[in-house]
């Protein structure tokens, strides 16, 4: 099955959103297959956002992702990659629509709450940085019958 990488960014983790954030993706009937918390560092930061290296606001990315703890996390299921990315909104809030994460919960660029993987590869690439074979747990849930045809 698809797996994605989402992670909850710093504002998201001291605006209290973390609880509310996963439960969009439960609800949602994907399965989370890893999840943690953690401090990102410079070096870090600068491999997950390697392609934007460079950028006018990278180092003001790079700041704002590591200045607290952020919930990193694998989301699996049938195209989870696109599903999460439409979940989280548009990159800019303000084009985000209600209804989305960044829609509902952020306003600016710079502070959008949330990350998803752009694509399999992205996500294959990502998941790599934050998590190890064995803190990926394959399982079966009573619920994949109702959700999965
Ligand atoms: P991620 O899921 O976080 O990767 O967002 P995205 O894929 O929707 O956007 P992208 O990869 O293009 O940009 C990565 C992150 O950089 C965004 O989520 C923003 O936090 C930040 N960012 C992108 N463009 C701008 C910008 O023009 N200004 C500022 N301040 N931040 C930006
Ligand atoms: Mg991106």
């Known amino acids: 099955m698809e797996r994605t990488y989402v992670m909850i960014k710093p504002d998201g983790v001291q605006r ?3 609880g509310e954030i996963i439960t969009r993706f439960e609800r949602k009937g994907l399965k989370i ?3 943690k918390m953690l401090q ?3 070096a870090m930061a600068e491999k997950h956002y390697a392609e934007h290296t460079g950028k006018p606001f990278f180092e003001g990315l790079v ?3 590591t200045s607290g703890p952020v919930v990193a996390m694998v989301l699996e299921g049938k195209d ?3 599903t999460a990315r439409a979940m989280n909104g548009a990159t800019n809030p303000a084009n985000a629509g ?3 994460i960044r829609g509902d919960y952020a306003i600016e660029v710079g ?6 993987s752009d694509s399999i590869d992205s996500a294959n690439r990502e998941i ?3 998590f190890t074979e064995s803190e990926l747990c394959e399982y079966k849930k009573v619920l994949d019958d109702w959700i999965y045809e």
């Open 98 to 100: 209600p209804g989305t």
């Open 40 to 42: 990102m560092d410079r």
């Open 63 to 65: 700041s704002y992702i």
């Open 128 to 130: 790599a940085i934050y």
């Open 33 to 35: 297959v890893g999840l």
């Open 16 to 18: 209290n959103l973390i």
């Open 111 to 116: 502070r959008n709450v949330i990350h998803a």
């Open 80 to 82: 989870v990659v696109a």
